[in-house]
């Protein structure tokens, strides 16, 4: 997909051709309980708490993709859709959605869970964007995503489809 952003100074050049790495390679679980320090007067864990744990943990996905050091570019529309109480485990699953010249596209699912009844509910959902970054700092080329499964080609076409969003965004500042 060609994209209007521009990637002046990267170091992707188009013979590079890596070789793929499957979407599961990149799936990571993070799990916390919720702590009284990461919470609020009403006992629900922070906002701003979750944000940081749903970048650690996309973080992690694409450096398993990428197999490079990575910083986050951009972070898509958050809503959180229910409260995570103190005590309540908190369980994040990531995972590559698409890759493309130097930056991937990464998903962060949140859910709650109740300790002792192990039901789970999903409180919100991220995307991030993760560029890949060589020792001097210089975007590099990521491997190609391997999608298999209709869900993960679902994914990979939703993902196209925010860089398309974003790039007009970007483009009416
Ligand atoms: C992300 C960053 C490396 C991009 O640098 P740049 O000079 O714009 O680099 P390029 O133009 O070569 O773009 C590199 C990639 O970043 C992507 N990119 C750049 N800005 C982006 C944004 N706001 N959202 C999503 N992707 C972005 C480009 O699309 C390109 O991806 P592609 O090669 O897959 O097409 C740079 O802006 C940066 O270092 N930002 C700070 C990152 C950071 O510190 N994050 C922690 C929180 S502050």
């Known amino acids: 997909m060609k994209s209007s952003i521009p990637s002046g100074k990267s170091k992707a050049r188009s ?12 799936r990571t679980q993070m799990t916390e309980i919720v702590l009284p320090q990461d ?35 951009s972070v898509d529309h958050l ?19 698409r890759a493309f010249r130097t930056s991937v596209d990464v998903g962060v699912e949140v859910f709650s869970e109740d300790p002792k009844a192990g039901l789970r509910k999903r409180t ?9 970054l060589d020792e001097t700092g210089t975007p ?9 499964t209709r869900e993960e080609r679902r994914r990979f ?12 965004a970007r483009q009416k500042k």
């Not at 013979?15 to 990149?26: F, I, K, Q, T």
């Not at 006992?43 to 979750?50: E, F, M, Q, S, Y």
């Not at 229910?82 to 990531?94: F, Q, T």
């Open 39 to 73: 919470s609020n007067a009403l006992g629900n864990i922070l906002g701003g708490r979750v944000m940081h744990l749903i970048d650690v943990a996309g973080a992690i996905a694409a450096i398993r993709h990428c197999r490079q050091q990575v910083v986050t570019a």
């Open 79 to 97: 809503d959180f859709l229910s409260p995570v109480r103190v005590g309540d485990l908190i369980v994040l699953e990531a995972q590559v959605n």
């Open 157 to 168: 076409r939703e993902a196209g489809e925010r860089r398309e969003l974003r790039a007009k």
């Open 124 to 132: 919100t959902k991220a995307y991030l964007t993760f560029v890949a």
């Open 140 to 148: 590099v080329r990521v491997p190609p995503l391997i999608v298999k």
């Open 15 to 26: 013979e590079d051709v890596l070789p793929g790495s499957p979407v599961r390679a990149s």
